[in-house]
């Protein structure tokens, strides 16, 4: 899987907060980390490895390490009394899991590792075009991924609205803060939303960037 790691951890992780307010933002943040830091690895692969390793075959990518290192963690902050950050442990597994669970879409992983070499993989994708990465552009698995990608903006955008629309002339006013005062009052509305939505489209673009970056470096790496 190559962009829609982290949409669908932020869907996931949505999805479990659900509306509980407590530890929501730190929930959200270590959901969107742990969606993509099996990829850490591919920091090892580029700089150290060189690369002799398949980058699926690191322990990053090895779902008992990922469980093993949660029970740690889930009995060490049992111990130690801090029962209260315990979902974050079950949200960052919840998002590892996932991630392992997309690269098992087209990619072998390992789920029995070290117990078994054997690899799992949902479909095979055929070798058909140079360079490589167009293989898994023009495979219908990409398109699960626009989808997935597509999903967790629209998710987003709702979320961040208040769940009403962004357009709705009622949401502007609520989400402004303001009642449906005079003129100066709604215009002075309207400038403070078209600054918050701004901001939010300069973090649209950050994100655009990352993905494309790393898209970038995985071409640069099949060089
Ligand atoms: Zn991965």
């Known amino acids: 899987m190559f962009i829609a790691h982290q949409p669908a951890g932020y869907l996931l992780t949505r999805g479990i907060v659900g509306k509980r307010q407590r530890l929501r933002r730190a929930a959200l943040a270590t959901g969107l980390i742990f969606s993509v830091l099996p990829d850490l690895d591919l920091l ?14 690191f322990w990053t990518h090895t779902p008992l390490f990922w469980l093993a290192t949660a029970a740690a963690f889930a ?3 049992r111990l ?60 219908w698995a990409f398109a699960a991924e626009l989808a997935i990608c ?19 002339k009622d949401v502007w006013v609520k989400q402004s803060g303001h009642g449906p005062g005079n003129a100066s009052v709604q215009r002075h509305s309207a400038v403070r939303l078209i ?17 494309l970056g790393a898209f970038s470096s995985q071409a640069w790496l099949a060089r």
Do not use: M
């Open 44 to 57: 090892y692969f580029c700089l150290i490895d060189g690369p002799r390793t398949l980058h699926h075959d």
């Open 75 to 77: 009995l060490a902050l």
């Open 80 to 139: 130690a009394g801090w029962r209260q950050y315990l979902d974050l442990v079950w949200v960052a597994l919840a998002n590892v899991l996932l991630h392992l669970f997309l690269d098992s879409i087209a990619a072998d992983i390992r789920w029995l590792h070290p117990f078994s070499g054997a690899r799992f993989n949902l479909v095979e994708i055929p070798a058909r075009f140079q360079p490589w990465y167009l293989n898994f552009i023009l495979h």
């Open 150 to 168: 597509v999903a967790a903006a629209w998710v987003w955008v709702r979320a961040g609205c208040g769940g009403g629309g962004c357009f709705s």
């Open 195 to 211: 600054r918050r939505h701004s901001t939010r489209l300069r973090s649209l673009k950050g994100i655009g960037a990352v993905v």
